[in-house]
């Protein structure tokens, strides 16, 4: 019944974008009816995640649903500084990397249990995430002082961009090539074929992009109604929904029971948003608008590096247990709250 349920309200997608172009509805309503779209299109990705991985094994598979899960994001972004809104761009990565960390790997874990995780993968994609935010300080600490979108940071910006880039396929490669020649069990008799396991996730992925940027314009216009600031919004909000694939996917998968999957989905999402999805942004913001500066603020910063420390704390482990995800969707609310006061730049 759930399923038949799920599948049927993936025809709020198109609702969705009928709504909102051929009947020109209000923000609030465009922006519920996205929200609604977006559940059934994350349990789709996880589904066919789920699928794929029978044919790849966990860590590929986590890779694959990571690749396609942040292209929404990375539209989004670009959306954003095409409207002039850098510091939107810069909230909702720093958002992304906190919420999957300690939001989504922790609603995972409590959904998942005790299961054993794949402690040097992960450990791998977190000392990634680490060697980021490091890299980010040379923008971030003179961006804490006078403008922090002047043209100088975002100079400063594009080695760091170009660094991350190349850091990041020496690792993918050498990751995925580990998981490659790993020993894994033959695809069960239920697994869809490959190619169409890839081919729903595509067209999931599109389809979350559409409905992504549909809620995004929307944000606005709701955030401005509810009195939240533009920080805020785009920091947990925006994030959120911008990750809504891997949101979705992870907790699903680890329901199965395949928590190696569900945990490399959400670590590889964040590391490819801090080593590829960031530095890609800033290569070609300044392409569809004003370069972007990576000049994050201080509570950006902090807040990354400690669902990062918390994240590596759990995986060093090698094991999850639900206490564990219960700590880290506490300290998610934690970090929520402190943005809540930190309100905008």
Known sequence: MGRNLLWASLALTPVALVVRYAFDAGDTAVFVLAALALVPLAWLVGEATEHVAEHTGPGIGGFVNA????????IIALFAIADGLPNVVRGSIAGSVVSNLLLVLGLAVVVGGDRPLDRRSLLLQLGLILAALILFLAPSVPGWHGNPDRHALF???????AALLALYLATTLANLRVHADAQRAAPSKHAWPLRVGLGVLGAATVATAFVSELLVHSLDTFGRALGLSQFFVSVVIVAIVGNAAEHGGSVVVARRGNMR????????STAQVAVFVTPAIVLVSCLVGRGLPLSFRAVELATMALATVAV???????????????????????VAVWYGLAGDR
């Open 67 to 74: 690749s396609f899960g942040n292209a929404p994001e990375l």
């Open 155 to 161: 100079v400063v910006s594009l080695p760091i961009a």
């Open 312 to 334: 590596a704390a759990v995986a060093v482990r090698g094991r999850s247990q639900r206490w564990h995800g219960v700590t880290l969707m506490g300290a998610y609310v934690a």
């Open 261 to 268: 999957l569900a945990s490399e989905i959400a670590v590889s």
